[in-house]
């Protein structure tokens, strides 16, 4: 059995392995042919953040796959009152089939994966957000950009920027990394990614320079400059991110072709501009969409790990 914590558990060919089963169910559902792998399984997903999209692409998924969606607010199960995260595992794992966790210390979601008999996905904490990535490389792979892509990200070293690190050193394509004094990502995770990146031919750099990793970039992303969880620090944030904003000045830097990903949802005028959103539309709600896709391809996928 595997559970879905970080990128970095897994080799490329399963990275790939996944995204292709998922853009097989996808094709199949525009087909309008509904397979049911996973018919009478029921997904548990605790969320002690909010979501738009994980929730509704999990609970649409394992519907569309053939089970049901247990949504478990941490506010309303006991986990929120104090039950230790162990004996919420062994009961909820002894019930459903599969898990989805959106948590805060990435510390809980491992802790809950060692007790659990089923596979546990991490839709995101702290840390992490590595379902998010497998959508967006499928969104590269249908656009046609993989490993010869040029990504540059500009904002904040959080938990989209450890799982691009993730994914490029698994995948083997350049990450050029541009954060502000202050908000760079997290030391161990780098020294991974770089550790990582020396089997895959990746390239990884980071600078307090936007303009520098902008340069030729084939595919330019970014992030909300407070996550959830530090909206105390937004008005301070704002500040330290001044000239971090992607806008039609940052963007004439990349190739021309470049596109544009944000894993959303998107603060226009902050860590983006109206303007490259407009533009960038088409990418980005595919983008959003594959997230039904890639996870879909994922539960599969791990269904048939155990
Ligand atoms: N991108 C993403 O995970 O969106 P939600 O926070 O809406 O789930
Ligand atoms: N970095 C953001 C991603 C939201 C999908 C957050 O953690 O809030």
């Known amino acids: 059995m595997r559970h879905f914590l970080t990128l970095k558990d897994f080799t490329k060919e399963e990275i790939l392995e996944i995204i292709n089963i998922g853009l097989e169910i996808k094709n199949d559902l525009k087909a309008g042919v509904y397979k049911e792998p996973l018919k009478k399984q029921t997904l548990a997903m605790i969320f002690?953040?909010?979501?738009?999209?994980?929730r509704v692409s999990f609970e649409t998924g394992i519907y569309q796959l053939g089970g049901h969606a247990l949504f478990?607010?941490?506010?309303?199960?006991?986990?929120g009152r104090g039950e230790p995260v162990k004996d919420t595992a062994r009961v909820i794992s002894s019930m459903c089939d599969m898990v989805m966790i959106r948590t805060f210390a990435h510390s809980m979601i491992e802790e809950f994966a060692s007790y659990s008999k089923v596979p546990v996905i991490n839709g995101l904490t702290d840390s992490y957000h590595p379902v998010q990535l497998l959508a967006d490389y499928m969104t590269m792979t249908e656009y046609g950009i993989n490993e010869n892509a040029v990504v540059a990200y500009i904002g904040d070293g959080n938990n989209m920027t450890h799982s691009w690190l993730m994914l490029a050193a698994k995948i083997g394509f350049e990450l050029r990394i541009a954060t502000p004094k202050g908000y760079e990502v997290d030391r161990d995770v780098l020294d991974d990614a770089v550790h990582l990146a020396k089997e895959s031919g990746a390239v990884i750099s980071v600078s307090n320079d936007p303009m520098e990793a902008l340069r030729d970039a084939t595919i330019v992303t970014t992030d909300t400059w407070a996550s959830m969880g530090q909206e105390d620090e937004k008005a301070?944030?704002?500040k330290a991110f001044d000239g971090y904003m992607v806008d039609g000045l940052k963007m004439c830097l990349a190739k021309k072709d470049a596109k544009f990903l944000h894993c959303l949802p998107a603060y226009r005028g902050q860590e983006v501009s109206e303007e490259i959103m407009d533009a960038h539309a088409d990418i980005i709600f595919d983008e959003a969409e594959n997230r039904l896709h890639a996870q879909k391809g994922l539960m599969v996928w791990l269904d048939r790990q155990r």
Do not use: N, P
């Open 72 to 79: 478990l607010s941490s506010r309303d199960i006991h986990l």
């Open 48 to 54: 002690e953040k909010s979501s738009t999209r994980t």
């Open 236 to 238: 301070q944030r704002v």
